[in-house]
């Protein structure tokens, strides 16, 4: 038996966007580091979570589900293998997602910003490298201005 529309509506509008579990964590150990930023430019393309402005670096804390990388942590050889298993409406809107990342990521590269996209299970199994990842590529930035 389908569920009800509306009820798929309710669940999905419950969903936040912005300003979710590992992205507040990713933001206070980044500000705990001393580094200090702007959060969800509207100016900027996609959005992005964390934004350093001086050095022209966007971040962004992407959900493994929504994102289309949750394949790897379900033991799915690709993408494309677990995509296979879901419902067309759902495929199409991973795939959207993962499309529309793709765009704004060139699009932000475009003009002249750099981006990093950290996954929300990599920031549960390893913060402190995701951190580093971000301090590291921020630091060269400023460093080269």
């Not at 900027?44 to 929504?66: H, Q, T």
């Amino acid at each position: 038996m389908a569920r009800d529309p509306s009820l798929t509506r309710q669940i999905m509008m419950a969903i936040k966007s912005v300003n979710t579990q590992p992205e507040l964590q990713l933001r206070r150990a980044l500000w705990a580091r001393g580094l200090r930023f702007r959060c969800h430019d509207n100016a900027l393309p996609g959005k992005p979570d964390i934004v350093f402005s001086r050095a022209k670096l966007a971040v962004f804390c992407d959900g493994d589900y929504w994102h289309g990388h949750n394949w790897a942590l379900r033991g799915f050889k690709s993408l494309a293998e677990e995509l296979a298993t879901y419902k067309p409406y759902w495929r199409d809107k991973i795939l959207g997602n993962v499309r529309r990342d793709e765009a704004t990521n060139l699009k932000l590269k475009a003009l002249g910003w750099n981006v990093i996209r950290v996954w929300a299970s990599d920031l549960k199994t390893d913060l402190n490298a995701c951190l580093e990842r971000i301090e590291t590529q921020y630091r060269a930035l400023i460093a080269s201005k």
